[in-house]
């Protein structure tokens, strides 16, 4: 290493610290003692996730394409040849965290590395990195900066499988041949070392980190879960680990469904739906027995940019998915892949910004709210506040919209996007509100009752 590159990188290191002891002092509210360290993750609800790397350049899904290749798909090689031309000069990180906002966005989650192995920051312990492409930047360190000086919670989505360390596999032979990895290898513990190291980097050069988003695949115990989860909170005690590393996280993430029962403790959903698995009713738990969790979802169907995929979820789809994830106490993290360039295509845009315009009308009945007291009732869901209750309507169907289970008494109704209210008759088991002929909203509109 010559002198100029150890130059470079303390100057850089520096820099890279500077700015994270700024942006700690800006969120010291999520490392003050006593602090519930999910309160923030259950009041924002609604987040952006991000799959982008070299591979947007071929439109082909983030690493599946060498672990299980199909045919006429790319060759293992071409696919890893992918950093050599790897240069989104238009990436411009104040762009995303903006287009967060506009969407109602109220953190994101970026892969600093998938199973490929990849590094899209400058770690100190790969070459396969965003630094040696003909990019040269670090990609994580300038996201991290922008979301810090606007304030929205990042976190990390980090691949514990990793296709391209030889400690993990012997990259000898196909990714195809051996991407569960190999823990009865004696390199196994060399290449947990590493892990460690790069989540290290993660955890103190790029300032807060709100989230560690693992995704380790099959037999997750292998990871050593506990001593990760241990090293974490020694580094980052606020941050907040999903389920994905053998260990029990803070919250669940089931991907691409949204499950139909308000999941509990002790009922794994990552890849089931548990109403489903464990034959549940779709009730309303106790507040202590509730399990945090998060659905993750893509606008079309493939998570890192293809221009192929033109079979985009509606705005209407995507609003929907919100509530339903809200009525039953979940968050919502919806995925973009940002084209080879940096920039997120225009149909992601849109779509993104409409469901902001509905947001910023019907936020209140989303943002800091929990599952609603009604549920499995078809044509409307509900959430619930401190001391409402809104009630999402799908099927409009004047001149009454009738509940029973509401649980309290009702002293006002509403409609939320433009305040208008709204006549109700209340008995012992049900309310009937009299709604206008038209819907307010073409997709959802709520209703927000104020209890006594």
Same mark, same amino acid.
């Given at each position: 290493?010559?002198?100029?590159?150890?130059?470079?990188?303390?100057?850089?290191?520096?820099?890279?610290?500077?700015?994270?002891?700024?942006?700690?002092?800006?969120?010291?509210?999520?490392?003050?003692?006593?602090?519930?360290?999910?309160?923030?993750?259950?009041?924002?609800?609604?987040?952006?996730?991000?799959?982008?790397?070299?591979?947007?350049?071929?439109?082909?899904?983030?690493?599946?394409?060498?672990?299980?290749?199909?045919?006429?798909?790319?060759?293992?090689?071409?696919?890893?040849?992918?950093?050599?031309?790897?240069?989104?000069?238009?990436?411009?990180?104040?762009?995303?965290?903006?287009?967060?906002?506009?969407?109602?966005?109220?953190?994101?989650?970026?892969?600093?590395?998938?199973?490929?192995?990849?590094?899209?920051?400058?770690?100190?312990?790969?070459?396969?990195?965003?630094?040696?492409?003909?990019?040269?930047?670090?990609?994580?360190?300038?996201?991290?900066?922008?979301?810090?000086?606007?304030?929205?919670?990042?976190?990390?989505?980090?691949?514990?499988?990793?296709?391209?360390?030889?400690?993990?596999?012997?990259?000898?032979?196909?990714?195809?041949?051996?991407?569960?990895?190999?823990?009865?290898?004696?390199?196994?513990?060399?290449?947990?070392?590493?892990?460690?190291?790069?989540?290290?980097?993660?955890?103190?050069?790029?300032?807060?980190?709100?989230?560690?988003?693992?995704?380790?695949?099959?037999?997750?115990?292998?990871?050593?879960?506990?001593?990760?989860?241990?090293?974490?909170?020694?580094?980052?005690?606020?941050?907040?680990?999903?389920?994905?590393?053998?260990?029990?996280?803070?919250?669940?993430?089931?991907?691409?469904?949204?499950?139909?029962?308000?999941?509990?403790k002790g009922v794994r959903i990552?890849?089931?739906?548990?109403?489903?698995?464990?034959?549940?009713?779709?009730?309303?738990?106790? +507040?202590?027995? %509730? #399990?945090?969790? *998060?659905?993750?979802?893509? !606008?079309?169907?493939?998570? &890192?940019?293809?221009?192929? $995929?033109?079979?985009?979820?509606?705005?209407?789809?995507?609003?929907?998915?919100?509530?339903?994830v809200a009525s039953r106490g979940?968050?919502?993290?919806?995925?973009?892949?940002?084209?080879?360039?940096?920039?997120?295509?225009?149909?992601?845009?849109?779509?993104?910004?409409?469901?902001?315009?509905?947001?910023?009308?019907?936020?209140?009945?989303?943002?800091?709210?929990?599952?609603?007291?009604?549920?499995?009732?078809?044509?409307?869901?509900?959430?619930?506040?401190?001391?409402?209750?809104?009630?999402?309507?799908?099927?409009?169907?004047?001149?009454?919209?009738?509940?029973?289970?509401?649980?309290?008494?009702?002293?006002?109704?509403?409609?939320?996007?433009?305040?208008? +209210?709204?006549? %109700? #008759?209340?008995? *012992?088991?049900?309310?009937? !509100?009299?709604?206008?002929? &038209?819907?307010?909203?073409? $997709?959802?509109?709520?209703?927000?009752?104020?209890?006594?």
């Amino acid at each position: 290493m010559s002198a100029q590159t150890v130059n470079r990188r303390s100057v850089l290191k520096g820099a890279l610290a500077a700015s994270c002891a700024l942006a700690a002092s800006r969120f010291e509210w999520a490392q003050s003692p006593g602090t519930d360290r999910t309160e923030w993750y259950r009041e924002a609800k609604f987040g952006m996730f991000i799959h982008w790397g070299p591979y947007s350049q071929a439109s082909v899904e983030a690493s599946w394409p060498i672990m299980v290749p199909k045919p006429g798909g790319i060759a293992e090689a071409e696919y890893r040849a992918l950093p050599k031309t790897f240069n989104p000069t238009r990436f411009d990180p104040n762009a995303w965290v903006d287009l967060a906002r506009q969407a109602g966005q109220k953190y994101m989650v970026f892969t600093t590395k998938h199973h490929d192995g990849f590094c899209m920051f400058d770690s100190a312990y790969t070459d396969y990195k965003i630094t040696n492409t003909p990019y040269g930047k670090d990609i994580v360190a300038q996201l991290a900066r922008a979301c810090h000086q606007d304030e929205m919670p990042i976190g990390f989505y980090y691949s514990p499988p990793d296709m391209h360390h030889p400690d993990f596999r012997d990259t000898s032979k196909p990714a195809s041949e051996n991407w569960h990895g190999e823990p009865e290898r004696p390199e196994w513990p060399g290449y947990l070392a590493y892990m460690q190291l790069q989540l290290r980097e993660l955890l103190t050069r790029y300032g807060p980190v709100a989230v560690i988003w693992f995704d380790g695949l099959n037999n997750q115990e292998k990871y050593d879960g506990a001593h990760v989860l241990r090293m974490i909170a020694e580094l980052q005690p606020a941050t907040l680990v999903n389920d994905r590393l053998g260990v029990d996280g803070d919250f669940e993430t089931p991907e691409q469904f949204i499950p139909t029962a308000i999941p509990t403790k002790g009922v794994r959903i990552t890849g089931v739906d548990p109403s489903v698995s464990k034959n549940l009713k779709t009730t309303v738990p106790a +507040p202590e027995d %509730f #399990r945090l969790w *998060e659905t993750c979802m893509t !606008i079309n169907n493939t998570w &890192a940019y293809n221009k192929n $995929d033109h079979d985009y979820k509606s705005v209407r789809t995507l609003i929907r998915s919100l509530v339903e994830v809200a009525s039953r106490g979940g968050n919502f993290l919806l995925n973009v892949g940002p084209q080879p360039d940096g920039q997120i295509q225009p149909e992601f845009q849109e779509r993104l910004k409409a469901i902001g315009a509905w947001l910023t009308l019907n936020g209140d009945s989303i943002y800091g709210t929990t599952y609603g007291p009604v549920q499995n009732v078809a044509g409307l869901r509900t959430t619930a506040g401190p001391k409402s209750i809104y009630v999402h309507i799908f099927d409009w169907a004047p001149p009454l919209c009738t509940l029973a289970g509401i649980g309290g008494r009702v002293l006002s109704a509403r409609l939320l996007a433009n305040g208008k +209210p709204l006549t %109700f #008759r209340q008995t *012992e088991d049900r309310i009937e !509100i009299e709604i206008p002929p &038209a819907a307010p909203d073409p $997709d959802v509109s709520v209703i927000a009752l104020n209890l006594f």
